[in-house]
Protein backbone atom coordinates (compact mmCIF):
# COMPACT_ATOMS: atom_id res chain seq x y z
CA UNK A 1 0.00 0.00 0.00
CA UNK A 2 1.67 3.27 -1.35
CA UNK A 3 2.33 6.36 2.04
CA UNK A 4 -0.76 9.03 1.34
CA UNK A 5 0.54 12.10 3.42
CA UNK A 6 -1.42 14.59 4.77
CA UNK A 7 0.19 17.28 3.13
CA UNK A 8 1.93 17.91 -0.03
CA UNK A 9 4.17 21.14 -0.08
CA UNK A 10 5.03 22.23 -3.76
CA UNK A 11 8.57 23.75 -4.06
CA UNK A 12 8.79 25.46 -7.77
CA UNK A 13 12.70 26.27 -8.04
CA UNK A 14 14.12 28.41 -10.90
CA UNK A 15 18.33 29.33 -10.01
CA UNK A 16 17.97 29.92 -6.17
CA UNK A 17 20.88 28.16 -5.37
CA UNK A 18 21.38 30.57 -2.29
CA UNK A 19 18.63 30.21 -0.66
CA UNK A 20 18.30 26.17 -1.35
CA UNK A 21 19.42 25.46 2.31
CA UNK A 22 17.46 27.72 4.25
CA UNK A 23 13.89 26.87 2.75
CA UNK A 24 14.33 23.06 2.74
CA UNK A 25 15.71 23.14 6.40
CA UNK A 26 12.69 24.71 6.83
CA UNK A 27 10.57 22.31 5.62
CA UNK A 28 12.32 19.29 6.77
CA UNK A 29 12.53 20.36 10.57
CA UNK A 30 8.73 21.06 10.31
CA UNK A 31 6.94 19.58 13.55
CA UNK A 32 4.22 18.51 11.45
CA UNK A 33 6.14 14.88 9.84
CA UNK A 34 3.21 13.64 7.61
CA UNK A 35 4.02 15.45 4.65
CA UNK A 36 5.87 14.92 1.55
CA UNK A 37 8.31 17.84 0.03
CA UNK A 38 8.21 18.03 -3.90
CA UNK A 39 10.48 20.06 -5.72
CA UNK A 40 10.03 21.27 -9.34
CA UNK A 41 13.13 22.37 -11.16
CA UNK A 42 12.10 24.93 -13.86
CA UNK A 43 15.08 24.77 -15.85
CA UNK A 44 17.80 26.19 -13.56
CA UNK A 45 21.31 26.61 -14.85
CA UNK A 46 23.13 27.63 -11.34
CA UNK A 47 23.44 24.34 -10.09
CA UNK A 48 19.87 24.72 -8.22
CA UNK A 49 18.71 21.14 -9.92
CA UNK A 50 22.11 19.00 -8.40
CA UNK A 51 21.45 20.59 -5.16
CA UNK A 52 18.16 19.51 -5.26
CA UNK A 53 19.22 15.98 -6.11
CA UNK A 54 21.68 16.02 -3.64
CA UNK A 55 19.67 17.39 -0.58
CA UNK A 56 16.65 14.42 -1.49
CA UNK A 57 19.12 11.30 -1.92
CA UNK A 58 18.76 10.48 1.61
CA UNK A 59 15.36 11.55 2.75
CA UNK A 60 12.41 9.32 1.55
CA UNK A 61 9.60 12.07 1.82
CA UNK A 62 11.65 14.92 -1.03
CA UNK A 63 10.47 14.37 -4.63
CA UNK A 64 12.62 16.53 -7.44
CA UNK A 65 11.23 16.90 -10.40
CA UNK A 66 12.43 18.76 -13.67
CA UNK A 67 10.12 20.91 -15.24
CA UNK A 68 11.59 23.02 -17.82
CA UNK A 69 8.38 24.33 -19.80
CA UNK A 70 7.12 27.22 -19.10
CA UNK A 71 6.83 29.35 -15.97
CA UNK A 72 6.57 28.96 -12.28
CA UNK A 73 2.97 28.18 -12.74
CA UNK A 74 3.72 25.32 -15.42
CA UNK A 75 5.86 24.09 -12.44
CA UNK A 76 3.45 24.56 -9.77
CA UNK A 77 0.82 22.23 -11.81
CA UNK A 78 3.09 19.20 -12.71
CA UNK A 79 4.09 19.22 -8.61
CA UNK A 80 0.19 19.10 -7.89
CA UNK A 81 -0.42 16.51 -10.77
CA UNK A 82 2.51 14.66 -8.76
CA UNK A 83 1.19 15.56 -5.13
CA UNK A 84 -0.80 12.68 -2.93
CA UNK A 85 -1.51 14.30 -0.10
CA UNK A 86 -5.13 15.47 1.26
CA UNK A 87 -4.22 19.62 1.68
CA UNK A 88 -1.94 21.45 -0.79
CA UNK A 89 0.75 23.94 0.06
CA UNK A 90 3.38 26.04 -1.70
CA UNK A 91 6.30 27.60 -0.68
CA UNK A 92 9.09 29.56 -2.67
CA UNK A 93 12.58 28.01 -3.36
CA UNK A 94 13.71 31.48 -2.06
CA UNK A 95 11.30 32.01 1.28
CA UNK A 96 11.53 29.91 4.04
CA UNK A 97 8.81 28.97 7.36
CA UNK A 98 8.64 28.55 10.67
CA UNK A 99 8.94 25.41 12.15
CA UNK A 100 5.19 24.77 13.52
CA UNK A 101 3.41 26.01 10.42
CA UNK A 102 2.03 23.06 8.50
CA UNK A 103 1.29 21.43 11.67
CA UNK A 104 -0.83 24.02 12.75
CA UNK A 105 -2.77 24.91 9.47
CA UNK A 106 -3.37 21.51 8.77
CA UNK A 107 -4.65 20.98 12.49
CA UNK A 108 -6.84 24.15 11.62
CA UNK A 109 -8.34 22.88 8.36
CA UNK A 110 -9.14 19.01 9.99
CA UNK A 111 -11.03 20.67 12.97
CA UNK A 112 -13.05 23.07 11.13
CA UNK A 113 -13.23 20.72 7.67
CA UNK A 114 -11.80 24.26 5.91
CA UNK A 115 -11.35 24.43 2.15
CA UNK A 116 -8.09 27.05 2.58
CA UNK A 117 -6.75 28.59 4.92
CA UNK A 118 -4.32 31.26 5.64
CA UNK A 119 -2.04 32.90 7.61
CA UNK A 120 0.49 35.69 8.61
CA UNK A 121 3.47 36.18 7.11
CA UNK A 122 6.65 38.15 7.66
CA UNK A 123 8.60 40.21 5.51
CA UNK A 124 12.35 39.58 6.16
CA UNK A 125 15.33 41.82 4.50
CA UNK A 126 17.96 40.81 3.49
CA UNK A 127 20.26 43.96 4.51
CA UNK A 128 18.35 44.85 7.51
CA UNK A 129 16.74 41.48 8.71
CA UNK A 130 12.87 41.71 10.35
CA UNK A 131 10.35 43.78 9.07
CA UNK A 132 6.38 44.42 9.52
CA UNK A 133 3.97 41.50 9.02
CA UNK A 134 2.17 41.82 6.02
CA UNK A 135 -0.89 42.11 6.72
CA UNK A 136 -2.97 43.32 9.86
CA UNK A 137 -4.24 41.70 12.36
CA UNK A 138 -7.66 42.07 12.24
CA UNK A 139 -8.00 40.57 8.60
CA UNK A 140 -7.03 37.13 10.17
CA UNK A 141 -8.71 37.12 13.35
CA UNK A 142 -9.08 33.72 14.43
CA UNK A 143 -13.56 33.40 14.92
CA UNK A 144 -14.33 30.41 12.66
CA UNK A 145 -15.52 29.68 8.67
CA UNK A 146 -16.29 32.65 6.52
CA UNK A 147 -16.90 32.99 2.80
CA UNK A 148 -14.80 35.71 0.38
CA UNK A 149 -17.68 37.41 0.48
CA UNK A 150 -17.56 37.85 4.61
CA UNK A 151 -14.56 38.93 4.51
CA UNK A 152 -13.65 40.76 0.94
CA UNK A 153 -10.56 41.93 1.82
CA UNK A 154 -8.46 38.88 2.18
CA UNK A 155 -8.85 39.28 -1.81
CA UNK A 156 -5.99 42.11 -1.35
CA UNK A 157 -3.90 38.92 -0.25
CA UNK A 158 -3.04 37.15 -3.56
CA UNK A 159 0.09 35.04 -2.43
CA UNK A 160 -0.06 31.31 -2.85
CA UNK A 161 2.20 30.70 -0.28
CA UNK A 162 0.47 31.49 2.99
CA UNK A 163 -2.28 29.19 2.12
CA UNK A 164 -3.10 25.49 2.42
CA UNK A 165 -5.76 24.37 0.21
CA UNK A 166 -7.81 20.80 0.41
CA UNK A 167 -7.42 18.65 -2.87
CA UNK A 168 -11.04 18.32 -2.71
CA UNK A 169 -11.54 21.48 -3.42
CA UNK A 170 -8.76 22.00 -5.97
CA UNK A 171 -9.77 18.61 -8.13
CA UNK A 172 -13.20 19.35 -7.85
CA UNK A 173 -13.22 22.40 -9.23
CA UNK A 174 -10.12 21.46 -11.93
CA UNK A 175 -8.02 24.94 -10.19
CA UNK A 176 -5.04 25.12 -11.60
CA UNK A 177 -1.87 28.14 -12.74
CA UNK A 178 -2.40 29.43 -15.92
CA UNK A 179 0.69 28.97 -17.82
CA UNK A 180 3.61 31.17 -19.32
CA UNK A 181 2.46 34.05 -17.57
CA UNK A 182 3.19 36.32 -14.62
CA UNK A 183 0.77 36.74 -11.83
CA UNK A 184 -0.39 32.58 -12.24
CA UNK A 185 -0.74 32.31 -8.66
CA UNK A 186 -3.41 34.99 -8.34
CA UNK A 187 -5.76 33.61 -10.75
CA UNK A 188 -5.44 30.51 -8.45
CA UNK A 189 -6.59 32.36 -5.30
CA UNK A 190 -8.79 34.12 -6.43
CA UNK A 191 -10.50 30.80 -7.81
CA UNK A 192 -10.30 29.19 -4.88
CA UNK A 193 -11.43 31.94 -2.52
CA UNK A 194 -14.52 32.23 -4.67
CA UNK A 195 -15.40 28.78 -4.56
CA UNK A 196 -14.28 28.07 -1.31
CA UNK A 197 -17.58 27.66 1.28
CA UNK A 198 -15.36 27.05 4.51
CA UNK A 199 -12.19 29.57 4.26
CA UNK A 200 -10.60 29.82 8.01
CA UNK A 201 -7.68 32.47 9.13
CA UNK A 202 -4.80 31.99 11.57
CA UNK A 203 -2.97 35.07 12.67
CA UNK A 204 0.36 33.64 13.76
CA UNK A 205 3.13 34.89 11.07
CA UNK A 206 4.57 31.51 9.87
CA UNK A 207 5.83 32.41 6.22
CA UNK A 208 8.96 34.19 5.98
CA UNK A 209 8.60 36.24 2.85
CA UNK A 210 12.55 37.46 1.83
CA UNK A 211 13.11 40.78 0.61
CA UNK A 212 16.03 42.24 -1.87
CA UNK A 213 17.10 38.72 -2.48
CA UNK A 214 19.70 38.81 -5.17
CA UNK A 215 17.53 37.29 -8.45
CA UNK A 216 14.30 38.47 -7.28
CA UNK A 217 12.41 40.90 -9.90
CA UNK A 218 11.72 44.22 -8.21
CA UNK A 219 10.70 46.13 -11.59
CA UNK A 220 8.57 44.82 -14.32
CA UNK A 221 10.65 44.41 -17.68
CA UNK A 222 9.80 44.94 -21.00
CA UNK A 223 5.88 44.23 -21.43
CA UNK A 224 5.72 41.26 -18.55
CA UNK A 225 3.46 43.44 -16.51
CA UNK A 226 0.81 43.49 -19.09
CA UNK A 227 0.53 40.30 -18.32
CA UNK A 228 -1.99 41.35 -15.08
CA UNK A 229 -4.86 42.38 -17.48
CA UNK A 230 -4.87 39.08 -19.25
CA UNK A 231 -5.10 37.29 -15.79
CA UNK A 232 -8.13 39.42 -15.03
CA UNK A 233 -9.81 38.73 -18.30
CA UNK A 234 -9.23 34.67 -17.50
CA UNK A 235 -10.96 35.36 -13.78
CA UNK A 236 -13.28 37.66 -15.38
CA UNK A 237 -14.21 34.26 -17.58
CA UNK A 238 -14.33 32.01 -15.38
CA UNK A 239 -16.59 34.16 -13.12
CA UNK A 240 -19.08 34.19 -16.04
CA UNK A 241 -18.33 30.37 -16.84
CA UNK A 242 -19.55 29.37 -13.33
CA UNK A 243 -22.29 32.21 -13.39
CA UNK A 244 -20.79 33.70 -10.42
CA UNK A 245 -21.38 37.84 -11.66
CA UNK A 246 -24.49 38.23 -9.35
CA UNK A 247 -22.50 37.47 -6.20
CA UNK A 248 -19.24 38.24 -7.04
CA UNK A 249 -18.50 40.42 -10.46
CA UNK A 250 -18.70 44.16 -8.47
CA UNK A 251 -15.83 42.23 -6.05
CA UNK A 252 -13.85 41.42 -9.22
CA UNK A 253 -13.54 44.38 -10.68
CA UNK A 254 -12.55 46.13 -7.47
CA UNK A 255 -10.07 43.76 -7.28
CA UNK A 256 -9.20 44.26 -11.11
CA UNK A 257 -8.68 48.26 -10.11
CA UNK A 258 -6.31 47.32 -7.19
CA UNK A 259 -4.32 44.92 -8.75
CA UNK A 260 -4.09 46.84 -12.18
CA UNK A 261 -2.56 50.11 -9.79
CA UNK A 262 -0.55 48.44 -7.92
CA UNK A 263 1.40 47.16 -10.76
CA UNK A 264 1.40 50.45 -12.71
CA UNK A 265 3.35 51.52 -9.64
CA UNK A 266 5.65 48.68 -10.42
CA UNK A 267 6.64 49.73 -14.52
CA UNK A 268 9.39 52.29 -15.50
CA UNK A 269 10.54 54.07 -18.24
CA UNK A 270 8.96 53.63 -21.64
CA UNK A 271 7.06 51.08 -20.46
CA UNK A 272 4.61 53.29 -18.52
CA UNK A 273 2.63 55.14 -21.49
CA UNK A 274 1.32 51.90 -23.01
CA UNK A 275 0.18 50.90 -19.47
CA UNK A 276 -1.51 53.45 -18.65
CA UNK A 277 -3.41 53.93 -21.75
CA UNK A 278 -4.51 49.73 -21.38
CA UNK A 279 -5.49 51.10 -17.95
CA UNK A 280 -7.81 53.33 -18.87
CA UNK A 281 -9.34 51.54 -21.41
CA UNK A 282 -10.02 49.21 -18.64
CA UNK A 283 -11.56 51.05 -15.92
CA UNK A 284 -13.59 53.06 -18.59
CA UNK A 285 -15.32 49.94 -18.69
CA UNK A 286 -16.06 49.56 -15.28
CA UNK A 287 -19.13 50.87 -13.15
CA UNK A 288 -18.66 50.57 -9.84
CA UNK A 289 -21.45 50.72 -7.09
CA UNK A 290 -21.67 53.84 -4.07
CA UNK A 291 -20.62 50.75 -1.77
CA UNK A 292 -17.31 49.80 -2.30
CA UNK A 293 -16.28 46.60 -0.35
CA UNK A 294 -12.50 46.21 -1.50
CA UNK A 295 -10.47 49.56 -2.65
CA UNK A 296 -9.39 51.97 -0.04
CA UNK A 297 -9.78 55.93 -0.73
CA UNK A 298 -6.44 56.77 -2.45
CA UNK A 299 -7.04 53.73 -4.94
CA UNK A 300 -10.59 55.04 -5.69
CA UNK A 301 -9.27 58.74 -6.45
CA UNK A 302 -6.47 56.99 -8.98
CA UNK A 303 -8.92 54.99 -10.35
CA UNK A 304 -11.26 58.32 -11.26
CA UNK A 305 -7.83 60.14 -12.33
CA UNK A 306 -6.77 57.47 -14.73
CA UNK A 307 -10.48 56.84 -15.41
CA UNK A 308 -11.06 60.66 -17.05
CA UNK A 309 -7.59 62.60 -17.33
CA UNK A 310 -4.87 62.19 -19.92
CA UNK A 311 -1.82 60.31 -19.31
CA UNK A 312 0.17 63.35 -18.54
CA UNK A 313 -2.08 64.83 -15.96
CA UNK A 314 -2.47 61.48 -14.37
CA UNK A 315 1.39 61.09 -13.90
CA UNK A 316 1.91 64.65 -12.06
CA UNK A 317 -0.76 63.89 -9.57
CA UNK A 318 0.07 60.62 -9.18
CA UNK A 319 4.22 61.88 -8.07
CA UNK A 320 2.83 64.90 -6.44
CA UNK A 321 -0.50 64.21 -4.74
CA UNK A 322 -0.19 60.08 -3.51
CA UNK A 323 2.79 60.42 -1.91
CA UNK A 324 1.55 63.91 0.63
CA UNK A 325 -1.76 62.00 0.85
CA UNK A 326 0.05 58.86 2.51
CA UNK A 327 2.11 61.26 4.44
CA UNK A 328 -0.92 63.32 5.93
CA UNK A 329 -2.38 59.98 6.68
CA UNK A 330 0.38 58.99 8.97
CA UNK A 331 0.40 62.29 10.32
CA UNK A 332 -2.98 62.08 11.64
CA UNK A 333 -2.88 58.31 12.48
CA UNK A 334 -0.15 59.39 14.73
CA UNK A 335 -1.98 62.86 15.98
CA UNK A 336 -5.25 60.44 16.93
CA UNK A 337 -2.58 57.94 18.82
CA UNK A 338 -0.68 60.61 20.45
CA UNK A 339 -4.20 61.97 21.89
CA UNK A 340 -5.42 58.65 22.84
CA UNK A 341 -2.27 58.06 25.15
CA UNK A 342 -3.12 61.51 26.61
CA UNK A 343 -6.90 60.60 27.79
Known amino acids: MSWQPVVSVIIPVFNTRPYLQQCLDSLTMQTLRDMEIICVDNGSS???YEFLQD???HRTNITVLRHPQGRQGAARNAGIEKSKGKYIGFVDSDDFIAPAMFERIVETAQVEQADVVVCNIKLYYE???WGRKALAD?????????????????????TICNKLFSRELIERNHIRFPEGSFHEDQFFVIAAFLLAQRIVSVPEAFYFFGKERAGSVNEYRGFDHLQIFRVMEMVNAFVAGRQLQDGY?????ELAISRILLVAHLIGGKHRHTY???????????????QRKLLTRTEYREFQIARNLGY????????LLRPGYGQLRGYIAQLQKTLGKAK
Open 46 to 48: DGS
Open 55 to 57: YAA
Open 127 to 129: STG
Open 138 to 158: DLLAGDGPFSIQQRPRLLRNL
Open 249 to 253: QDLID
Open 276 to 290: FHRMRSEFRKMKLPR
Open 312 to 319: LTYNLLYQ
